[in-house]
């Protein structure tokens, strides 16, 4: 001990002495938060605990000239667990399903198509078991980090597709929306998200959840790449762009909404203002409107014992959950009662329930499903853009189990079941944040109307972006929520960049995060460890 004291005052007052010292204590700082960070790698996952599995599939080779060049080249993209990729086990988000079934023999249609294109495909990403649920959550797998908040769920099912999108992961992700599983995580990160009309991009190679509902859905950062990869999937004719567009919103819907009606109105209203092709928006209450042209329903509200005007919305979802649940029994009862001794351990109660119950009057549930695709034929007819909140609730807190299969879900797939019923095409659009949540609108087109509504969304957001700019008082701009937020991403990123040896690039990332957040400590230890490496 008298070595070192006299060590340290023979050295004290050399310069390198303390830089010395410096470097040791960062070091074992930076070694501790590393442990530390590792035993909490449920909040803070890898790659956001977005992928199940990492792997890489290149596009088929570009053909030579005059062939067009691919359109999607040099993007990458992920694929959920219900995807087929030839010598992968299809997992449907369930250990107890993949290890019960074998090696797919074929890759799925609509990932051959992007392959195609150009585009890479790097992986698969969690999903909820078996696509039910919109929280996002995996039990098996983890819940992935919603990027944008990471103290939230992400939304789900197609959880990890959204989130592999929003943390910049990939260019573009491809999931499954039978309930809403695409547009629910899309607006809870902040992101865009398609889904098509029902039957306008092929399902095979897809498990099924529900045939009548499921589509295969789109996210994207950038409204350019949603359309470039949306156009390459679709397998309706080329249509040409309609010049004419109708705005229709649906107040009754935004009343839902925990964001005051009239701010997401305006922000639109004022986008189309001066716009070519734009007529003067319309309001309408949809509530009415579909109790007026789907008279099926009231048989169904009065078998459900529903009462007032917006329970016609809570008739509507309770159609479409009874027609999720009956064909998902159809689907999947065979290997369910399979497992026999099994059952209840490896599959979720919500499963279990589906298999269990019996279903009466089927024929009645697809009547109102056809009669909601004529009604809405006859609202929008080949220029109407019907203006819908995408989700009514503001993020949920992870681990938050309370009240949330009642009043979050119930109000979420009132909203999201008009699309999945009805069959309509829908795109969820990021408007910016209000009180620290992601904000969205969802315009939806009728059957058919896909190359139109991804069209007008090209068309629209530039402007829509400039007036929420404009009208900052009403919505933040979109960027991520907060600096805090952000300086998290950037640390993130630069943990990334840091395992892949790119010292200069994680030292850049992790001085951004400080900019923003000086007064986390981690992100210094980090700059550190980088300085150390270069």
Wanted: proline fraction near 4%.
């Amino acid at each position: 001990m008298s070595q070192s004291l006299k060590l340290i005052k023979e050295h004290v007052s050399n310069p390198k002495f303390w830089l010395i010292i410096g470097v040791g204590v960062a070091g074992i700082v930076v070694l501790v938060e590393t442990r530390r960070r590792t035993r909490r790698n449920k909040t803070h996952k890898q790659d956001f605990g977005a992928f199940v599995e990492r792997f890489e599939i290149l596009p088929f080779p570009q053909l030579p000239p005059p062939a067009a060049k691919q359109s999607l080249s040099a993007l990458t993209f992920a694929i959920n667990e219900t995807f087929d990729v030839k010598g992968y086990v299809t997992g449907f988000g369930n250990p107890t399903w993949k290890s019960t079934h074998k090696a797919a023999e074929k890759t799925a249609v609509v990932v051959t198509a992007l392959l195609k294109s150009g585009a890479t495909c790097v992986g698969k990403t969690v999903v909820e078991e078996f696509s039910f649920g919109i929280s996002g959550e995996n039990k098996y797998y983890g819940t992935p980090t919603n990027p944008r908040m990471p103290s939230c769920t992400p939304g789900g099912s197609s959880c990890g597709s959204a989130v592999a999108v929003a943390a910049g992961l990939v260019d573009f992700a491809v999931g499954t929306d039978t309930v809403g599983c695409v547009r629910v995580p899309a607006a809870l990160c902040g992101i865009f998200g398609f889904r098509p009309s029902h039957g306008a991009v092929s399902t095979i190679g897809v498990l099924p959840n529900a045939q009548s509902l499921d589509t295969i859905g789109l996210f994207a950062c950038d409204p350019s790449i949603l359309h470039r990869v949306g156009h390459v999937l679709l397998q309706l004719s080329s249509v040409e762009t309609r010049r004419s567009r109708r705005i229709i919103f649906a107040d009754d819907l935004f009343q839902l909404s925990t964001i005051p009606t009239q701010r997401t109105i305006h922000v639109i209203g004022k986008a189309i203002e001066n716009m070519s092709g734009y007529q003067d928006p319309k309001h309408l209450n949809l509530c009415q409107y579909i109790e007026s042209k789907v008279p099926s329903l009231r048989l169904h509200e009065q078998s459900t014992h529903q009462q007032n005007e917006t329970s016609i919305l809570k008739t509507i979802s309770s159609v479409m959950l009874l027609l999720q649940r009956y064909e998902f029994k159809t689907n999947h009862e065979e290997w369910v009662k399979s497992l026999k001794f099994k059952l209840g351990r490896g599959v979720p109660d919500h499963v279990i329930a589906a298999i269990s119950t019996v279903y009466d009057n089927i024929k009645a549930l697809y009547k109102v499903r056809t009669e909601m695709r004529g009604a809405f034929q006859s609202l929008l007819e080949d220029d109407g853009i019907l203006v819908i909140p995408t989700v009514a609730d503001n993020l949920l807190k992870l681990n938050t189990t309370k009240g949330f299969s009642s009043e979050f879900h119930d109000r979420t797939f009132a909203l999201s079941s008009i699309a999945s019923v009805s069959g309509c095409c829908q795109v969820t659009i990021p408007l910016g944040y209000h009180d620290g949540y992601c904000v969205s609108v969802s315009f939806v087109s009728f059957h058919g109307a896909d190359k139109f509504l991804l069209d007008t969304v090209l068309d629209i957001y530039s402007t829509l972006r400039e007036r929420v700019s404009v009208g900052s008082d009403l919505l933040s701009l979109p960027d991520v929520n907060g600096n805090r937020e952000t300086s998290e991403l950037l640390k993130e990123k630069g943990n990334a960049a840091f395992k892949e040896k790119q010292w200069s690039e994680a030292l850049n990332y992790y001085t951004e995060a400080i900019k923003l957040n000086g007064t986390n400590s981690t992100y210094y230890c980090n700059r550190a460890a980088a300085y150390l490496k270069m």
